[in-house]
């Protein structure tokens, strides 16, 4: 083979490598990025998943103010999701969810939704936003 059609193959091998790590799905990738949000142990942990929209929207904070939101945001964080929707429109996302509730009550009714916004960003989802509604019903 001669040199050019070696520098043709290596440079489709390499534009179909980013994008295979495109064509995860949201649903998919965000399933991953949850994963990851479960097992952090500091609000650093969590900026590598986030758009740098998300990121640069963040008030300034302290350390000591990050060491004390990051328990709750751990806290509050669902952690057996099923996707339920998923509609993309381009480098956007908007997926649906629901969770289970961890210590299931015979008293009480527990429902928890979520939608979550990801965006493309160097042929990686990340999440723009993320939000979690808990309601709890006595019986």
Same mark, same amino acid.
């Given at each position: 083979?001669?040199r050019l059609?070696?520098?043709?193959?290596s440079?489709?091998?390499?534009?179909?490598?980013?994008?295979?790590?495109?064509?995860?799905?949201?649903?998919?990738?965000y399933l991953?990025?949850?994963?990851k949000?479960?097992?952090?142990t500091?609000?650093?942990?969590?900026?590598?998943?986030?758009s740098?929209?998300?990121?640069?929207?963040d008030k300034?904070m302290?350390?000591e103010?990050m060491?004390?939101?990051?328990?709750?945001?751990?806290?509050t964080l669902p952690?057996?999701?099923?996707?339920?929707s998923?509609q993309?429109?381009?480098?956007s996302?908007i997926l649906k969810?629901?969770?289970?509730? !961890?210590?299931?009550?015979a008293?009480?009714? !527990?429902t928890t939704?979520g939608?979550?916004?990801?965006?493309l960003?160097?042929?990686?989802w990340?999440? !723009?936003?993320e939000?979690?509604?808990s309601?709890?019903?006595?019986k």
């Amino acid at each position: 083979m001669n040199r050019l059609t070696l520098v043709s193959l290596s440079i489709i091998f390499q534009v179909s490598s980013l994008a295979a790590n495109a064509q995860s799905s949201p649903t998919e990738s965000y399933l991953e990025l949850h994963k990851k949000e479960l097992a952090a142990t500091s609000y650093a942990d969590l900026l590598p998943l986030r758009s740098t929209t998300s990121i640069a929207h963040d008030k300034p904070m302290s350390k000591e103010e990050m060491d004390f939101i990051f328990p709750l945001f751990k806290a509050t964080l669902p952690k057996n999701i099923t996707i339920t929707s998923e509609q993309v429109k381009g480098t956007s996302a908007i997926l649906k969810a629901t969770a289970k509730p !961890e210590n299931a009550n015979a008293n009480t009714t !527990e429902t928890t939704v979520g939608e979550i916004e990801l965006t493309l960003e160097k042929g990686q989802w990340k999440i !723009e936003h993320e939000k979690w509604d808990s309601k709890i019903v006595m019986k």
